[in-house]
């Protein structure tokens, strides 16, 4: 805390996981004994006065290094009250919403100088839907979360390759994700940020294609933080061979390595945006389809993106060792081309892909085709 505090950082403090990672919430309910297993957590009186009481003992903590109260401490933005609460054996969402309001309650009783927020995902409940994250099968109902004024404001993740099917269009299912929650936050006159958020480095998503977008979205929506998952750096526990936090999630953006150039200068941008800093934003030119992580033969459809900031394109062209600036085809919002690989040899083939404005101006990308005919 201290630290942070030198170097201008706010911190949002959590106080439990909904995960086994750093104890959990599965940590309490083994103490306990509670027979509901991990939901128990919500509403066993002995599992609730424990959490109470490391609650009270933390904000009441006096910070060794700089004889403040963390309470009292201003480098502390938000106390989280969890990270990504789930009550999946009550979808009405009753038992969370209870909970949370009693918690929030009880950290506003101790400390009504910082932010409350729960941590949750976003997830709706919208009986309509067949899609789990909105139909409120995980045991949370955002828009009524939010409307406690004990909570401060609301938080959103993105994780389209964990979450099956329908978010299979990651990066639009992803949009939709943020305007529908833009939207409850609204109505419901409260903050919203765009909390945690990832493309799996396995992923056919185009990874930073998917970043820039979602962080464009997200600041014209009027969201009040975008904060990815996950930066990491050394690590004198458990390193990988680089002396580097692993790369345990395949999410990991490590400044300063060349490979996540590209991701950091879009977050880096987005932050400045966010602090209000008049930036001069460059087009960029993405491969979407094939991914590198695909296996592709014969014929495949090669679709390209591009975010121009507002310059007018003349045209896109795509090429391989073989066929050189390919002019491709627009078509709703994408540019694609129908591409024979049947003779090609299997393996990783180099492709680029370029747009050229009506200025003069250019962007271009490189990228791979995992070509397998055989």
Request: aromatic share 10%; hydrophobic share 35%.
């Amino acid at each position: 805390i201290k630290k942070a505090h030198e170097k201008g950082i706010k911190l949002v403090i959590v106080l439990v996981n909904n995960w086994d990672d750093f104890g959990g919430m599965n940590a309490y309910v083994k103490w306990a004994k509670d027979p509901m297993n991990h939901d128990g957590f919500y509403t066993n009186e002995t599992i609730k006065n424990a959490y109470k009481a490391y609650v009270n003992h933390m904000l009441n903590r006096v910070n060794t290094y700089t004889g403040v109260k963390y309470m009292d401490d201003p480098t502390i933005m938000t106390w989280e009250l969890t990270n990504e609460a789930r009550c999946e054996s009550d979808p009405s969402g009753k038992t969370l919403f209870n909970w949370t309001k009693e918690m929030s309650e009880y950290v506003k009783s101790i400390d009504n100088k910082h932010l409350v927020a729960l941590g949750e995902e976003g997830f709706i409940k919208d009986p309509q839907s067949t899609i789990l994250e909105y139909n409120g099968s995980k045991g949370l109902d955002w828009a009524k979360m939010i409307s406690l004024p004990t909570i401060d404001y609301g938080t959103v993740h993105l994780y389209p390759d964990y979450w099956g099917d329908p978010w299979k269009d990651g990066v639009q299912a992803g949009c939709t994700w943020l305007k529908t929650h833009a939207d409850l936050a609204e109505a419901a006159n409260k903050p919203v940020v765009f909390e945690e958020y990832g493309i799996l480095k396995t992923s056919v998503t185009n990874r930073d294609y998917a970043y820039e977008t979602w962080n464009n979205l997200a600041y014209e929506l009027g969201y009040s933080g975008s904060m990815f998952w996950l930066l990491t750096g050394i690590d004198d526990l458990t390193p990988d061979k680089d002396g580097l936090y692993p790369d345990n999630d395949s999410l990991r953006i490590v400044y300063g390595k060349k490979e996540n150039a590209a991701s950091v200068k879009i977050f880096e941008e987005n932050a400045k945006l966010m602090n209000g800093e008049k930036i001069t934003r460059i087009p960029h030119i993405y491969i979407t389809a094939p991914s590198k992580n695909e296996r592709v033969k014969d014929r495949i459809s090669v679709e390209v993106k591009v975010i121009s900031y507002g310059k007018e394109i003349s045209e896109v062209v795509f090429s391989t060792p073989k066929k050189k600036n390919i002019i491709m085809q627009a078509n709703a919002g994408s540019y694609k081309y129908d591409l024979d690989i049947s003779k090609e040899k299997n393996g990783e083939m180099p492709v680029s892909a370029l747009v050229q404005f009506k200025d003069g101006t250019n962007a271009v990308t490189t990228g791979i085709v995992n070509v397998r005919n055989k």
